[in-house]
């Protein structure tokens, strides 16, 4: 039996575009994910540029509950150590209160999926093969060329998800591990991840714009 199609009101362009926002809290744990909706994300997500048509990219799509715990102790681990170091997102900066509060409200978040991203029902690995590594890690040149063959696809299936009422959250905390994450997920040596994004449906009523720098305080026209 097929399984109708989403009745959600369309989302105009815009919307989507300022509305679609990282997913922490509000992550149904309860709640399966059909596949069909996250295969039909990704569908979107291929239709993205890739840096001279080569779509080096692969997707591990993590449904299993053993993996997603295993993955989870993994980043449960980075988002600890993340949040005890000097660069963590929730320390207040006494400049801004109003800013200080929205970063310990990120940092609250955090912490929380930080304990429960392993009960989140689908987790989506993005990948890129990176041709040989050497002891320094990936290879030099044009990273900003090699990554943008992977993160607009990972942003489009984001993007798609939240038309479907699905949140997600883009993370790499994990990427501190990334050998053991790789191990758990059986990748080969010359593929690297590129983001961790934890899909469910979204259990909140509404999203909404978040609180942006003006435009005018970091547009330059023609020089710095």
Known sequence: MTEPRSTRPALSIDELLTTTRTVRRRLDLTRPVPLRLVRECLEIALQAPT????QGWEWIVV???VTRAAIGEVYGRAVREYQSSPSAAGRPRGDDPELDAVQRRISDSARYLGEHL???PVHVVPCLHVGSRGPAGLPG????GLWGSILPATWSYMLA???????T???TLHLRYEAEVAAIL???SDVAQA???PTAFHTGATFQPAHRRPLDEVLHLDAW
């Open 118 to 120: 392993g009960e989140v």
């Open 161 to 167: 998800a939240r038309a479907r009422g699905l949140g």
């Open 63 to 65: 449904t299993d509950p």
């Open 51 to 54: 840096g001279g048509n080569r």
């Open 141 to 144: 040149g044009n990273q900003a």
């Open 169 to 171: 959250a883009w993370t």
């Open 186 to 188: 059986g990748l080969p």
């Open 195 to 197: 983001a961790l994004v």
